[in-house]
């Protein structure tokens, strides 16, 4: 289980010097065995949540607490180590590593070709195509996003972020996607999306707004949450185009 | 032949004892062992130091191994091989130099490796530099590579340098003719005080000839390197030259093109980029389980890969 107790992350803005509250006073429990949808307007903290989760960034105040441990100082190492797993909402290009070498650093072992075609092709792709591959600007976005993923499968662990996983994945996989979700069912999946199919497959739904956290369980009437607030999307309009 | 030569012959040229085939292997300025086949004579210069390498036409799939070993400090040599590839043949060709000096005297190797590709010829150059040894001696290397490339003629040269190495300065030419290829892959990491200077000048006087020079580069400490690149396009041409660079530490690296698009038809790219390893690299291993330190290694290594 994951907690956020009284989390804040406040930026200081290097024009003005002003300071400014991406996150404030942010109280969050993420079961164990649960997905949790994290949903907003561009600029709600989304994806800072996700850093502070995974040690990125450290909060200007709060606590984060795994399995009652409390891991606020410790580094994304440490953290990884304890079985957080994070996949990047825009995935890293290294010149020179391929995806077999990406894979096994993540799993930490050795992996045969069966390994590896198990994570690739979770993520539709096939592992003979791929594994000797440099993931670098010679690979399309999408399926740069893809071995991204596979990564993330790889490596398991206990708590999963997942920062807009659909992006650059074309709608025809959508389902596939959908059951790499499914095959994470037992682990605590926090996962920043804006997708309809995505939000279905949410045991728990969390709506960020700038000055509130809503959240609606499955069984709950889940878009009446977000349709119940029109005004986030007149009000990041007039923010936008007025200042 | 001791532990370190193996050791370096292991490291230079993946030499596990004396190769089969055509050879030359050279130790402190004398001839270690030599043979010649009926495909690949190797002959030794009267008037300088060095072999002559004659590949006859047609030979395909054989390799000639011709590593040089340094282990004595207070020496310095200057080596002039010459390659003539026959028509058509396709060779591999294995030219390591590894120097191990625990003295305080310096020791350099200087090779002066001209080639000389008939028609249709197909070369793969590969050439290793690598030192080690406790002295305060420097270890220096100065090669210097000449190719000529008649028509439809290939030569692609992997050269490497991963470590110990204290200075070194790489001159490499080529003169292309038509339709002649080159494909240069370049790794050189360097450390502590090491200076490491490269310069390329590539001809491509041929039409349609083609030049392709990737380095790849990594400085740590306070190391220096300097790579030059002066692509003249003479004719219809394709050439393209990309530095790569990562910095660690106070090290430092320069990169300085030049394309003259002296035809018209003439095009040549150059792509530059220097910097510290990607944060965002690091951050990626590290969400992992790699410390910050195995990060950047994984980096380095695929980065040289």
Redesign the interface.
């Known amino acids: 289980m994951l907690e956020l107790k009284n989390i804040s992350y406040t930026v200081q803005d290097e024009n003005t010097g002003r300071r400014q509250d991406i996150l404030k006073d942010l109280d969050l429990t993420f079961a164990d065995k649960s997905i949790n949808v994290i949903t907003g307007p561009n600029g709600s903290g989304k994806s800072t949540l996700i850093k502070l989760i995974?040690g990125?960034e450290k909060p200007t105040a709060g606590k984060v607490l795994f399995n009652g441990e409390d891991v606020t100082m410790l580094?994304?190492?440490e953290r990884?180590?304890r079985g957080?797993?994070?996949a990047?909402q825009q995935p890293?290009r290294?010149?020179?590593?391929?995806v077999k070498?990406?894979l096994e650093?993540?799993s930490?072992k050795r992996m045969d070709r069966d390994d590896m075609c198990d994570c690739l092709s979770a993520v539709g792709l096939c592992a003979r195509n791929y594994i000797d591959r440099?993931v670098d600007g010679t690979l399309s976005g999408g399926e740069l996003k893809r071995i991204e993923l596979a990564?993330a499968v790889a490596?398991g662990g206990e708590l999963f972020l997942l920062d807009e996983p659909e992006a650059g994945i074309d709608l025809w996989s959508f389902e596939d996607l959908v059951k790499i979700f499914d095959r994470l069912r037992d682990k605590t999946v926090i996962i920043v999306s804006h997708q309809q199919r995505i939000l279905e497959t949410a045991d728990k739904i969390f709506l960020f707004d700038r000055d509130k956290v809503s959240a609606a369980e499955r069984g709950e009437d889940m878009f009446a949450l977000l349709t119940r607030r029109p005004a986030l999307c007149r009000r990041n309009v007039k923010e936008n185009c007025y200042g | 032949m001791d532990k370190t030569d193996s050791e370096l012959l292991e490291t230079i040229a993946d030499l596990h004892g004396i190769p089969e085939g055509s050879f030359n292997i050279r130790k402190n300025g004398k001839l270690m062992a030599r043979n010649s086949t009926a495909d690949i004579e190797i002959v030794p210069k009267k008037d300088k130091d060095g072999i002559d390498i004659i590949v006859k036409p047609g030979v395909v799939n054989k390799s000639v191994h011709i590593p040089v070993l340094l282990t004595v400090g207070d020496f310095k040599e200057t080596v002039y091989n010459d390659f003539f590839i026959g028509e058509g043949a396709d060779v591999t060709i294995i030219a390591g130099c590894g120097i191990h000096n625990d003295a305080c005297g310096d020791a350099e190797h200087d090779g002066v490796h001209t080639f000389h590709l008939a028609k249709n010829a197909k070369v793969r150059y590969i050439e290793r530099h690598y030192a080690a040894g406790d002295g305060t001696g420097k270890k220096s290397f100065d090669p210097v590579t000449n190719i000529y490339c008649e028509e439809n003629a290939s030569f692609t040269m992997e050269s490497t340098q991963l470590g110990g190495v204290t200075s070194t300065v790489r001159k490499t030419y080529a003169l292309l003719g038509k339709k002649a290829q080159l494909l240069v892959k370049e790794k050189i990491l360097t450390d502590n005080e090491e200076s490491a200077v490269t310069d390329f000048k590539v001809e491509l006087k041929g039409e349609h000839s083609r030049a392709d020079i990737v380095s790849r580069s990594v400085a740590k400490g306070r190391s220096v390197q300097n790579f030059g690149s002066d692509l003249v396009g003479l004719s219809e041409c394709f050439g393209h030259v990309e530095c790569d660079g990562i910095l660690l530490g106070g090290a430092r690296i320069i990169s300085t093109p030049k394309i003259d698009a002296v035809s018209p038809e003439a095009s040549l790219v150059h792509e530059a980029a220097v910097g510290k390893i990607a944060g965002e690299q690091l951050l990626k291993l590290m969400s992992l389980g790699l410390t910050e330190q195995e990060a950047e290694n994984a980096v380095i290594k695929g980065f040289l890969n």
């Open positions: 995974m990125f580094g994304v190492t990884a180590r957080f797993t994070i990047f890293v290294f010149k020179g590593i391929t070498n990406l650093l993540a930490g440099a990564m490596k």
